[in-house]
């Protein structure tokens, strides 16, 4: 159909697309800052450590011996069996090099996942709240969104009997997340193996399991990957990658594990939208998980330290209580005894306070009475925007 002001094409589906607004404050706060103003960003979820030097030597390498070309859609193959021998190390899962594909970040696996099963009449679950992208894509293909609640009583795991009671002969495709953005939530081994056992009463639904945050977990607690459990895997799609764990946002890479029966599908998929990951890029993931792991333990324990400072001083801010989150980076506080409506909340203190947050409602409709804090920030930066938040609520009382 032609709009009637600018005879432009309107492309159906495209008006369902949403969007992330960590950007959207991310491009505020930097906005703020530029005309001047103190901004403590404790928005976006990205770490605030650079790359480890011997993964950005390695990439500049690459460049140098001449890796300028194309590469195989699905990535080169060190890469591919490099990411096989890590999780075979950490999660105790053999993968075959064959059924791994490199691609440009993790949302390319979600798109991909989505787009796979999503068509109108078809029912996809995804977390609430939860990455504000699951949705937006199972929009955009015309699939009916069905919320998985995740609740703070629950310490924001996801519940296997409320989920599997969610699922339908129209449902194609659950999508779990542990460790969770935006809640910090790690699921527990005993509600996953409820979920598996579930699941094998509805062989006609698929699984992605986005596991980014797996290597950031506190406390003693576990990270269960689904990959441990063969009675899912003709069924199962791992997301995860390097963005997180390795300081490498800007870098955009990641991988996936598919079944057999899609594993072809995806990198036709490939080679139509991305071709491949530029080379240089992969021989840093390379240099990643082949080197040496001290940085990750260092930022891991920094996050720790940083987790605890949270929390401590949200819970003494009157009217704001936060549960200690098990995993990520994020804390989830409760602002409903503020009285403030949790975006209107974010925005002010970003406006009148300088802290950017996020408002819970970014991430889904259950996001209503929490913002989200993202302790990937220094420690004094921390404590500087807890005062500020602190201070902005007083005056408001």
């Excluded at 269960?224 to 390795?246: A, F, M, N, Q």
């Excluded at 080197?291 to 001083?313: N, S, T």
């Excluded at 929490?370 to 920030?377: E, G, Q, T, W």
Aim: hydrophobic share 45%; proline share 6%.
């Amino acid at each position: 159909m032609l709009t009637k002001d600018t005879g432009l094409t309107t492309i159906s589906g495209f008006d369902r697309i949403g969007e992330e607004n960590a950007f959207a404050v991310l491009a505020r706060a930097t906005q703020l800052a530029g005309e001047g103003k103190d901004i403590i960003n404790l928005g976006i979820g990205q770490p605030d450590f650079s790359t480890p030097d011997h993964i950005v030597e390695a990439a500049v390498k690459a460049l140098r011996d001449g890796h300028h070309g194309y590469t195989p859609a699905t990535g080169i193959a060190p890469l591919r069996e490099a990411v096989a021998a890590d999780l075979l190390k950490r999660t105790g899962a053999e993968v075959s090099p064959e059924r791994v594909i490199i691609v440009p970040g993790g949302k390319v696996t979600m798109f991909a996942a989505i787009l796979m099963f999503g068509e109108p009449g078809a029912e996809i679950l995804y977390p609430d709240p939860g990455f504000p992208i699951y949705r937006s894509m199972i929009e955009f293909t015309g699939a009916k969104p069905v919320p998985v609640p995740i609740r703070e009583e629950n310490g924001f795991a996801f519940s296997a009997d409320e989920l599997l009671g969610l699922i339908t002969d129209k449902t194609r495709l659950v999508i779990v997340n542990s460790p969770a953005n935006p809640c910090g939530g790690v699921t527990p081994k005993a509600e996953i193996d409820k979920l598996v056992a579930g699941l094998a009463r509805h062989p006609h639904v698929a699984i992605m399991s986005d596991e980014i945050y797996g290597q950031m977990t506190y406390d003693g607690e576990e990270h269960v990957s689904l990959l441990t459990y063969p009675e899912i895997r003709d069924r199962l799609i791992l997301l995860d990658g390097w963005s997180k764990t390795y300081a490498m946002t800007g870098w955009r890479l990641g991988y996936s594990v598919w079944p057999d029966a899609l594993y072809d599908k995806v990198r036709k998929l490939a080679v139509n939208a991305w071709s491949c990951v530029n080379a240089p890029t992969q021989y840093a993931g390379l240099a990643a998980l082949a080197g040496p792991q001290d940085a990750v333990h260092e930022m891991v324990a920094e996050f720790d330290a940083r987790r605890k400072l949270v929390v401590d001083g949200l819970n003494a801010i009157e009217g704001v209580s936060c549960i200690l989150p098990k995993g990520a980076f994020y804390a989830f506080p409760n602002i409903k005894a503020t009285g403030w409506q949790a975006k209107k909340l974010a925005s002010a203190l970003l406006e009148e306070a300088g802290v950017a947050l996020i408002g819970g409602p970014d991430f889904g409709i259950l996001g209503e009475g929490y913002v989200r804090v993202s302790y990937a920030n220094s420690r004094e930066n921390i404590s500087r925007a807890l005062e500020r938040i602190e201070a902005f609520l007083a005056k408001g009382s």
